[in-house]
């Protein structure tokens, strides 16, 4: 009997910084899954804090650390991080660090719930530019990646540009004309 290999499956993986109100991306990193995802927060919350204003980080439990914690409310002036603790890193035990310990303390689910805006985005990104790349190397499919990011960054602020010159003054609204 032969020792066959098994082959790992590789593909290009996006992680993003967007703001929920407007979906707009404010920073995007590439990788290659399958990987993990928590030594991405800081570059891409530094990257995102750069260009706007950052209140409220919002993360999956792919993200929990105490470090990430940290960074942000010390290091970033962010106010508040809402990561989701990663069950399988304590199981039912209590965080003995302080943001997590203060994360199951006060968890809160409606601001919690603004992270569906996220998958929102993926969801908006890949029905607009679709989902398959045309590069085959690593290095040209982030490219393909970063562009793409760079497009939805761009069709967005079009449409609102396009929203605000179309819409109706204030006075005008729900009028309608007769000659």
Known sequence: MKDKK????YWTKLSVACDTDTHLILSARTGR??????????????AAV????????????????EDNHALARRNLNVRLTIIAL?????????????????????FL?????QRSHV?????????????????????????????????HNILLLSFF??????RAPQGERGTTRST
């Open 33 to 46: 899954g399958p990987s993990n995802e928590c030594v991405l927060w800081k570059p891409l919350l530094k």
């Open 109 to 113: 689910k409606g601001v919690y719930h």
């Open 161 to 166: 540009l396009w929203y605000l010159c179309n």
């Open 6 to 9: 098994c082959k790992q499956r």
């Open 119 to 151: 998958e929102s985005l993926f969801s908006q990104h890949k029905r607009i530019l679709l989902s398959q790349l045309r590069a085959r190397l690593q290095r040209t499919r982030r490219s393909e990646v970063l562009l793409r990011v760079l497009v």
């Open 86 to 106: 990663n069950p399988r890193t304590h199981g039912r035990k209590w965080p003995q660090t302080k943001y997590r310990r203060q994360m199951r303390r006060r």
């Open 50 to 65: 750069r260009h706007f204003p950052v209140d409220t980080a919002l993360a999956d439990a792919g993200f929990d650390s």
